[in-house]
């Protein structure tokens, strides 16, 4: 094994899972961003998420919001860290005796293909679904299932929060800037 693997085991249990949260979802946001701003460098086409229409009356506009931000911060996280580290890991490593690697980027690959709405949003959810999968794997043999579960849950939610406030915020610069043109 690698020095640089165990320097990383040893930080991912010596540190408070608070702060190992809040670590990762910075790291994240540090490759959406750089990620994003490469895309956009090359002109290539990129969307976080489905481009929004927005409803026409203020209050199907603030349900709009209210519903997408349960969906996409708690709803989706969890069914996603259900199926793409929970259960593909259980299945391919606990039940076939799969090696890990294999697990971390078929699940990444399956996890970037649910969200096809460019194929750069592909490769963006693939690179961070591949350190979330590497987080997983070593949480667990350090913890429990469900902590390890809880712990990649609370990274998911609150990585997408900060897109979808990042959404939010766009969307509402764009609004006033089109009203004072």
Known sequence: MTNKIIVIKYFLFRVKPIWLILFCVFFLLVIEVSISFLF?????????NHPLNLPNTYFEMILYFISRFIKACFIGPLIETLIFQYLIHYILCVKFKCNSILFIF?????FGLTHF????????TFFICVFI?????NLI?????RSSFIIIFLIHSIFNTCIF?????????????????
């Not at 956009?40 to 976080?48: A, N, R, T, W």
């Not at 709405?117 to 963006?124: D, E, K």
């Not at 043999?141 to 299932?145: A, D």
């Open 165 to 181: 406030l990042n959404q939010i915020l766009s969307i509402s610069f764009k609004h006033s800037y089109l009203k004072v043109s």
């Open 40 to 48: 956009f460098l090359f002109k290539i086409p990129h969307e976080s």
């Open 117 to 124: 709405f460019y194929l750069s949003t592909v490769i963006l």
């Open 133 to 137: 999968n590497f987080l997983y794997v």
């Open 106 to 110: 078929l699940s990444a690959l399956l």
């Open 141 to 145: 043999k350090g913890y429990q299932y």
